[in-house]
C-alpha cells in the first residue's frame, strides 16, 4: 500500500502559477499510475490530469489543457501538478492519488491523499 501526501497549495492570484508536490511513501510511485483531482464547495471532486507509471502518457481534463502540467520523478518518488493561468474557478481542494482508473471516462483511484487547498482571488 502507498500513502501520498500533497504540498504547495496556498492563496494565488488570478493569472499566476503555482506547483503542487505529491509526495509517496511505503512503495515506489513507479508501481502505479498517478493523478490529481480537485474539489470545489458544494461540488463534487473531478478529474484534473493523470500519468502513466513511465510518465510517458499524461491525461487532462479539458478545462485545464494548456494550462497544467502533470509529471512524475519517480526517483524521487515524487508526482507534480505545475499550474499556470490561474482562475478563480481553479479554486478547490487539490488530491493526489494513486492507482488511477478509467472505466467509460469516468476517473478515479485505490489511494487518495488528505488534500492541500488552492484558492485564486480576482
Known amino acids: 500500500q502507498v500513502q501520498v501526501v500533497e504540498s504547495g497549495g496556498g492563496l494565488m492570484q488570478a493569472g499566476g502559477s503555482v506547483r503542487l508536490s505529491c509526495a509517496a511513501s511505503g512503495r515506489p510511485i513507479s508501481s502505479y499510475d498517478m493523478g490529481w483531482f480537485r474539489q470545489a464547495p458544494g461540488k463534487e471532486r473531478e478529474f484534473v490530469a493523470a500519468i502513466t507509471w513511465r510518465g510517458r502518457i499524461t491525461y487532462y481534463a479539458d478545462y485545464v489543457k494548456g494550462r497544467f502540467t502533470i509529471s512524475r520523478d519517480n526517483a524521487k518518488n515524487t508526482v507534480y501538478l505545475q499550474m499556470n493561468s490561474l482562475k478563480p474557478e481553479d479554486t478547490a481542494v487539490y488530491y493526489c492519488?494513486?492507482?488511477?482508473?478509467?472505466?467509460?471516462?469516468?476517473?478515479?483511484?485505490?489511494?487518495w491523499g488528505q488534500g492541500t487547498q488552492v484558492t485564486v482571488s480576482s
Open positions: 492519488a494513486a492507482e488511477i482508473t478509467n472505466f467509460s471516462g469516468r476517473y478515479s483511484a485505490r489511494y
